[in-house]
């Protein structure tokens, strides 16, 4: 099915399964169906299986889904059997912490380049990276045809740079700044804000 036609929400929840699944092989378990997905997720089995018929067929009535053989079908539908290269923009505490996380690389994206403004972090060695000028962010991230990056910029610069993150050829950002960018219909944005996280559980405090 054509990835413009699948909702949004739908394909949000492909990682949920991916993850679950994974979680599940690490058990030792080779077998899984709707129902144990929906009880580890939250999620109903309905939804579970309409969702997965967006794509196809996986598993057989009574006998429930091969977990690597589901989780190697979302790999591919989600196009991370690939390793994705990805900039990070902005190497203040946050991004300092977002550029040690060992998690992404098996899970399909590495993280090639980093990128400040401050004078006193330009040439810095965070691991195996030298922490390069913000300036040369376009021509360097459209020479190395990186269609991926991470904000961890200040809200206020939030805009200015995606803007300049989308000149030099991304079309997927991960915004840490706790603010709403506009991006064109070409570009896909996700934000990360733990405030909002924060915001929408202390309502169920009471």
Known sequence: MP???VPDIVVGRLPLYLRALSQMTTEGKEVTSSQELGERLGISSAQIRKDLSQFGEFGKQGTGYAIPFLADQLRRILRVKNI???ALVGV???G???AHYAGFVDRGYRIVALYDNDPRKIGQQIGSF???DSATMVSDIRSREIRMAMLAVPASDAQEVSARLIEAGVRAILCYAPTSIVVPDTVRVQYIDPVLHLQRMT????
């Open 130 to 132: 030298t922490i390069m």
């Open 92 to 94: 203040g505490d946050l």
């Open 3 to 5: 990835a413009s036609s």
């Open 96 to 98: 300092r912490a977002v």
């Open 84 to 86: 994705w290269d990805v």
């Open 203 to 206: 309502y169920y405090l009471g």
